[in-house]
């Protein structure tokens, strides 16, 4: 095929990514300097539209960002007033005091949002400084300079058709250069992941690891709706076949986040996620709660686990990773927005002070220094075990040797030095023989629902023309290796329902890929035991359109 020729467009500094990272970083520069050139590209519809958290967060970041947040109308309007933690049984709930709990896992102080509508505050905050941001714009390719440093991005190609030519309406799309490229595309970025791989930014780093984060919104009866209490559970249903566990934010107008995490690192491949999360509405005490209510939005991401010890080398020449495509959430707190912030924040004090002082397109390591020594590296040296503690040991153990490992480290030491992750999550997976499989109940359609009726609520859509942004580095594989090794868990580790294996009466048993509705969490470019699946961006605007997530 000919090469493709594109329209260039030159800036100071070009951001992949509208989440907090990338929107703190655009942000910074600005105030830093007005006449920076600062372009954010963002996959999404919209800003907000892939965004996905709890949330509970922490304001930090945003009081180094925008101290004055408040008065600038910060959609930060129900600060945490209750604070639970349980250990559930099938049945039954034992609350675990807050008091032996190390200072740092108290939530007073801090807000539930929606990250989406703080997102969209954010962009609006960008946008007054004079930052272009362009959503529905996703960022495909990295665009190299002659010495092998990353000079830029390709963004907006639309209209290939399905076999990857173009299409009657093809469109190239833009190379967008800039002296230094910001790639703040969250867990699992499929650029950052290019970037990791090229420039070998993980030797000397532990593995990154990962959870599946899922969430629903749900409406409640008012009577039952207790604005900012924030409630964790662990335990049931998950017992010793996974680490993870729920949250349940109440919000402001009768709406309440429920979600739950699964770690990824589970080796039972019968281990059906999206089912856990279902069957965790069932409990007592959350179908109590949602008894009477509806379910109005789903959504689902992963979530970087692996902390201090995973976050890989995040310069190389002319480019940064920010945020969580670095790996920066605080495992026990479930919070990664406030590093997120704080990232992008030094990222752009970094580039600012290059770019004043003449330079571009090399590695700004003042931004790694920062982040591993400053206010991130603090907040995630003392919580370094917890995730370790739980996959070598389970949940009570950890809860133990974590509280009490997060208490000292609190005081400024560690019994336990930096304890390993060792496998991947890929690498977790056992094959089926091991294991049993997994009883579900079906879904109620009350409380709990099917995936594919739950996928409706995260209002995906995919131009259905276009190559599948699920690519199969070798097509045999999920039948031929994964289905009678791994009893193709394809079919269970994603939370859309992108993956069957359909068979029919004398016929070869096929892998379909449903890429239409896909929710963009990238827990199959994760957890594939052959890492077999590779995430590539679809054209720009299509996704998820999460409402208030
Ligand atoms: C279920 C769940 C619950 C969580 N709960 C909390 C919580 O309560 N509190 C908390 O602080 N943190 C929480 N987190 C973690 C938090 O969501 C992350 O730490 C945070 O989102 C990281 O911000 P980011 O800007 O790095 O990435 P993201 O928020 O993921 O933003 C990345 C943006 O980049 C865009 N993008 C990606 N690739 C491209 C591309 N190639 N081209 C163009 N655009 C692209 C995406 O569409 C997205 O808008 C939770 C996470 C999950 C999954």
Same mark, same amino acid.
């Given at each position: 095929?000919?090469?493709? %020729?594109?329209e260039?467009m030159e800036?100071?500094?070009?951001?992949v990514?509208?989440?907090?990272?990338?929107?703190?970083?655009?942000?910074?520069?600005k105030?830093?300097?007005? @006449?920076?050139n600062v372009v954010v590209?963002?996959?999404?519809?919209e800003?907000?539209?892939?965004?996905?958290?709890?949330?509970?967060?922490?304001?930090?970041g945003l009081?180094?960002?925008i101290?004055?947040w408040k008065?600038?109308?910060?959609?930060l309007?129900?600060?945490?007033k209750?604070d639970n933690?349980y250990m *559930?049984?099938?049945?039954g709930?034992? +609350?675990?005091? !807050?008091?032996?709990?190390p200072p740092?896992?108290? !939530?007073h102080?801090?807000? $539930?949002?929606?990250m989406?509508?703080?997102?969209?505050?954010?962009?609006?905050?960008?946008?007054?400084?004079g930052? %272009?941001i362009?959503?529905?714009?996703a960022?495909?390719?990295l665009?190299? @300079?002659d010495?092998?440093? $990353?000079?830029?991005?390709?963004?907006?190609?639309?209209g290939?058709?399905? @076999?990857g030519?173009?299409?009657?309406?093809?469109e190239?799309?833009?190379?967008l250069?800039?002296k230094?490229?910001?790639?703040?595309?969250?867990?699992?970025?499929s650029l950052a992941?290019q970037?990791?791989?090229?420039?070998?930014l993980?030797?000397?780093?532990?593995?990154?690891?990962?959870?599946i984060?899922?969430?629903e919104i749900?409406? $409640?009866d008012?009577?039952?709706?207790? %604005?900012?209490t924030?409630?964790?559970?662990m335990?049931?249903p998950l017992?010793?076949?996974?680490?993870?566990g729920?949250f $349940?934010y109440?919000l402001e !107008?009768?709406?309440?986040?429920?979600?739950?995490v699964?770690h990824l690192?589970?080796? &039972?491949?019968?281990l059906?996620?999206y089912?856990?999360?279902?069957?965790?509405?069932h409990?007592?005490?959350?179908?109590?709660?949602?008894?009477?209510?509806k379910?109005?939005?789903?959504g689902?991401r992963?979530?970087?686990?692996?902390?201090?010890?995973?976050?890989?080398?995040?310069?190389?020449?002319?480019?940064?990773? *920010?945020?969580c495509?670095v790996?920066?959430? &605080?495992v026990? +707190?479930?919070k990664?927005?406030?590093?997120?912030?704080?990232?992008?924040?030094?990222?752009?004090?970094a580039a600012?002070?290059?770019i004043a002082?003449?330079?571009?397109g090399?590695?700004?390591?003042?931004?790694e220094?920062?982040v591993?020594?400053?206010?991130?590296?603090?907040?995630?040296?003392?919580?370094?075990?917890?995730?370790?503690?739980?996959s070598k040991?389970?949940?009570?153990?950890?809860?133990v040797?974590?509280?009490?490992?997060?208490?000292?480290?609190?005081?400024?030491?560690?019994?336990?030095?930096?304890q390993?992750h060792?496998?991947?999550?890929?690498?977790?997976?056992e %094959?089926?023989?091991?294991h049993?499989?997994?009883?579900?109940?079906k879904?109620?359609?009350?409380?709990?629902?099917?995936?594919?009726? !739950?996928?409706?609520?995260?209002?995906?859509?995919?131009?259905?023309?276009?190559?599948?942004h699920?690519?199969?580095k070798d097509?045999?594989?999920p039948?031929k290796?994964n289905?009678p090794?791994?009893?193709?868990?394809a079919a269970?580790?994603?939370?859309a329902?992108?993956?069957?294996?359909?068979s029919?009466?004398?016929k @070869?048993t096929r892998?379909?890929?449903?890429?239409?509705?896909?929710v963009h969490?990238?827990?199959?470019?994760?957890?594939?035991?052959s890492?077999n699946? &590779?995430?590539?961006?679809?054209q720009?605007g299509?996704?998820?359109?999460?409402?208030?997530?």
């Amino acid at each position: 095929m000919a090469e493709i %020729e594109r329209e260039a467009m030159e800036y100071d500094v070009v951001i992949v990514g509208a989440g907090p990272a990338g929107l703190s970083a655009a942000i910074r520069l600005k105030q830093l300097d007005a @006449d920076i050139n600062v372009v954010v590209l963002e996959k999404g519809s919209e800003v907000g539209a892939h965004i996905l958290s709890g949330a509970v967060l922490d304001p930090c970041g945003l009081d180094a960002l925008i101290p004055d947040w408040k008065e600038k109308g910060a959609p930060l309007n129900v600060p945490v007033k209750e604070d639970n933690f349980y250990m *559930l049984g099938e049945a039954g709930k034992l +609350r675990v005091p !807050n008091w032996p709990m190390p200072p740092l896992m108290n !939530n007073h102080g801090n807000y $539930i949002v929606s990250m989406g509508n703080v997102c969209r505050w954010m962009a609006e905050q960008a946008e007054a400084l004079g930052v %272009e941001i362009f959503p529905g714009m996703a960022c495909s390719e990295l665009v190299y @300079d002659d010495k092998g440093g $990353i000079k830029g991005v390709v963004a907006g190609e639309f209209g290939k058709d399905a @076999d990857g030519s173009h299409g009657p309406n093809y469109e190239p799309g833009m190379e967008l250069h800039g002296k230094y490229v910001f790639l703040s595309e969250g867990v699992r970025g499929s650029l950052a992941k290019q970037v990791i791989a090229k420039y070998d930014l993980s030797q000397g780093h532990e593995p990154q690891k990962f959870g599946i984060g899922m969430k629903e919104i749900w409406e $409640i009866d008012p009577a039952k709706h207790k %604005e900012g209490t924030v409630t964790h559970t662990m335990g049931w249903p998950l017992g010793g076949n996974a680490g993870g566990g729920s949250f $349940i934010y109440h919000l402001e !107008n009768n709406q309440v986040y429920v979600g739950f995490v699964v770690h990824l690192n589970y080796k &039972n491949p019968y281990l059906f996620p999206y089912m856990e999360f279902q069957r965790f509405k069932h409990h007592p005490m959350v179908a109590e709660l949602l008894k009477g209510g509806k379910r109005v939005a789903y959504g689902a991401r992963a979530i970087s686990e692996g902390g201090y010890q995973s976050m890989p080398k995040m310069v190389a020449p002319g480019v940064a990773l *920010l945020g969580c495509s670095v790996g920066m959430v &605080n495992v026990p +707190r479930i919070k990664g927005n406030h590093n997120a912030m704080l990232s992008g924040k030094a990222a752009a004090e970094a580039a600012h002070a290059a770019i004043a002082a003449g330079r571009a397109g090399d590695e700004l390591s003042d931004y790694e220094t920062e982040v591993r020594t400053g206010a991130i590296g603090k907040d995630l040296k003392k919580v370094r075990n917890v995730k370790p503690f739980w996959s070598k040991w389970g949940l009570v153990p950890s809860l133990v040797l974590g509280g009490f490992d997060m208490w000292t480290n609190t005081l400024g030491f560690s019994l336990f030095g930096t304890q390993k992750h060792g496998k991947t999550d890929a690498e977790a997976t056992e %094959e089926a023989s091991k294991h049993k499989p997994i009883d579900y109940p079906k879904p109620d359609g009350t409380l709990s629902f099917d995936r594919l009726t !739950n996928v409706a609520f995260s209002f995906t859509n995919h131009e259905e023309s276009q190559p599948a942004h699920l690519q199969l580095k070798d097509a045999d594989v999920p039948v031929k290796v994964n289905l009678p090794k791994y009893a193709g868990p394809a079919a269970r580790y994603c939370p859309a329902g992108v993956y069957e294996f359909v068979s029919e009466e004398g016929k @070869d048993t096929r892998f379909v890929i449903n890429f239409q509705n896909c929710v963009h969490c990238k827990t199959c470019d994760i957890k594939d035991p052959s890492q077999n699946i &590779n995430w590539v961006t679809p054209q720009g605007g299509d996704g998820p359109n999460y409402p208030n997530m």
